[in-house]
């Protein structure tokens, strides 16, 4: 069955379900057809097939009305953001050639159809061509954050949604009676399986206002009230989301990002836990996992089971890295997915980039490394993530995971820096951020024991909460603000608290003493130059990281200046 085939049977089916859970009142499925069928009379008015419809991403019923509508007829959709650039939004109407929007009716609470606004349209001087015809039917564009370069609009084929949300509605169980929260944002692909999943279940979407999905507090509360039983959000809304005994949760996903064992553990105490990974590219989701026990990911997260029509690969990266396999095929690499659910391509000034080998075959490189253990998959790093520190290829997501076996570590990220924070200076130091209850100390004895000593950060620092964009991603920029936040130097200060402010500093260990050794703490030669310079300029001019390698511990390298004169 088509995915309209499957949402017709539970109109059919369940009339009188509720279908929507809304601000502006709950929708049935009976009033849900009369909403779609008086749309789509005027959708077919309005536009030919095959022709885009511009739909305002606005959390309301009429902007899933509009979405099912172009599914129906086979009007290819895309969800425009008002928040975003005049400019932005004209470039996304002009490219793809719409001439209406669909906008919900507060009052009248229904989808309608008006003219594109005045100022989406491009100056004359600057008009671009619409889209040129393709083979393969389009469902939907989706405009990419453009986090690691230029926003891509993506073409994505609709057949093969179908066997993407038949797997998700078998693998969680939604039934005539689920309640999912739609939490993804509508320009966001990952609204297009928590809506699809729930509309061909019978069950109801809860849709609401983005002030009601605040994570933490907020989204508890939001997850009680509304008595969710489906949720799939991001790494960072679980980490920050207590749970609670007052929940009706039944499944849990983690999507949009590396899951975390802390993670796991929380989660599965009020529901079945689930691992989801996938891309724009290649239709939302590829891998589900099923329930996932605590005891199973005291590592690292599988990926899960491969979900609709596709297949894939791990390519090593260079032949003098590749890690095979007993069976001679490449252990850890980047993933490529194959298959029918590998999107039409990217659309772009000079036509459509297709996703396709010199041979046609559908094929897309996601550029994230994973590595096959046991049987599954594991995703380590994004392949443009990869990192050379004191002459060393490091993937950041491989110490990541080895800093999450801690059992109270939450979550950790990291980094390449310069030990000074400058980012004028060429980046020495390997930081590590983690979010748990366990000393930074802990934290490097552990890391000596599982990896090899290149791979262990210099500075490790504990903090309270990751600072996030608003696009879901941890702010890297704020968190180097956040360890060079230190105090300045007292007058009072003696020599001995000086050096010890400053290898706090440089190591990340804040409650280090002055009967701790500057290497022990993490200290390295980058930071040791650093360490020498600062004293330097409170007066030991002759000072030198001879005394630092000769110091047994910071007290000593204290006393040993203190003897010269200043």
């Known amino acids: 069955m088509s995915i309209m085939e499957l949402i017709e049977n539970a109109v059919k089916n369940y009339p009188d379900n509720d279908a929507m859970d809304t601000p502006g009142g709950v929708i049935t499925y009976r009033e849900f057809d009369e909403q779609l069928r008086e749309f789509v009379h005027q959708l077919e008015k309005c536009t030919s097939p095959g022709e885009f419809v511009g739909i305002e991403a606005d959390r309301k019923f009429g902007a899933i009305v509009a979405m099912i509508g172009a599914l129906k007829i086979r009007r290819p959709f895309v969800f425009i953001d008002t928040r975003d650039s005049e400019s932005s939004n004209a470039e ?12 919900h009716h507060a009052s009248e609470n229904r989808a309608y159809l008006t003219e594109i606004p005045a100022g989406w349209h491009l100056a004359a001087s600057h008009q671009t061509l619409g889209l040129p015809s393709v083979e393969d039917e389009i469902g939907y564009a989706i405009h990419t954050s453009g986090s690691t370069g230029d926003p891509k609009c993506v073409l994505v084929r609709t057949d093969p949604l179908t066997s993407v949300i038949q797997y998700h509605m078998d693998r969680l169980s939604v039934g005539s009676q689920s309640r999912t929260l739609q939490f993804a944002r509508l320009t966001f692909d990952g609204c297009i399986t928590e809506i699809l999943w729930t509309l061909t279940a019978g069950a109801c979407l809860v849709v609401l206002d983005e002030a009601q999905l605040v994570p933490g507090t907020v989204l508890q509360n939001t997850l009680e009230k509304f008595r969710i039983t489906h949720l799939k959000t991001t790494p960072f809304a679980l980490t920050a989301t207590e749970t609670s005994s007052a929940m009706s949760l039944s499944h849990v996903i983690n ?4 899951c975390r064992p802390s993670v796991v553990q929380k989660w599965s105490e009020v529901a079945k836990f689930h691992n989801a990974y996938g891309t724009t590219e290649t239709t939302v989701c590829n891998f589900l996992s099923g329930e996932l026990m605590p005891g199973e990911c005291t590592r690292s997260v599988p990926l899960g089971d491969i979900v609709g029509d596709c297949d894939y690969y791990i390519q090593g990266l260079a032949p003098a890295d590749e890690q095979c ?5 490449a252990s850890r690499g980047e993933l490529v997915i194959t298959g029918e659910s590998v999107a039409v391509g990217y ?16 094929i897309y490189h996601t550029g994230d490394i994973v590595e096959r253990r046991g049987g599954q998959l594991y995703f380590v790093e994004r392949l443009d993530r990869q990192v050379k520190v004191r002459g060393y290829r490091l993937d950041p997501g491989e110490i990541e995971i080895a800093v999450c076996e ?12 310069s030990h000074e924070g400058d980012k004028n200076f060429e980046p020495d130091a390997l930081v590590c951020y983690y979010q748990g209850n366990v000393e930074p100390r802990a934290v490097r004895r552990h890391l000596e024991d599982v990896l090899a000593s290149y791979k262990i950060p210099s500075v490790i620092k504990q903090i309270d909460a990751f600072p996030y964009t608003s696009n879901g991603k941890v702010d890297r920029d704020a968190l180097q603000t956040i360890r060079l936040e230190v105090d300045c130097f007292d007058e009072k200060m003696s020599s001995a608290q000086q050096i010890l402010h400053l290898a706090r500093q440089l190591t990340g260990v804040d409650d280090a003493m002055l009967h701790d050794n500057f290497f022990d703490l993490g200290g390295d030669s980058a930071s040791a130059v650093i360490l020498i310079n600062k ?4 007066g030991w001019v002759d000072a030198g990281v ?8 910071l007290k000593a390298l204290a006393d040993q200046l203190q003897e010269r004169s200043v």
């Open 255 to 258: 999507g949009g990002g590396a």
């Open 325 to 329: 396999s007993s069976e001679g095929i």
């Open 535 to 538: 004293i330097k300029e409170l």
């Open 546 to 553: 001879r005394d630092v390698l000769r110091a047994e511990n």
């Open 347 to 362: 659309f772009t000034a000079q036509g459509v980039q297709r996703f396709t080998d010199i041979e046609g075959r559908k």
């Open 92 to 103: 996304k109407v002009a490219s793809l050639g719409i001439k209406v929007i669909a906008r």
């Open 406 to 417: 801690i059992s109270s570590v939450m979550d950790t990220v990291v980094t390449v820096e």
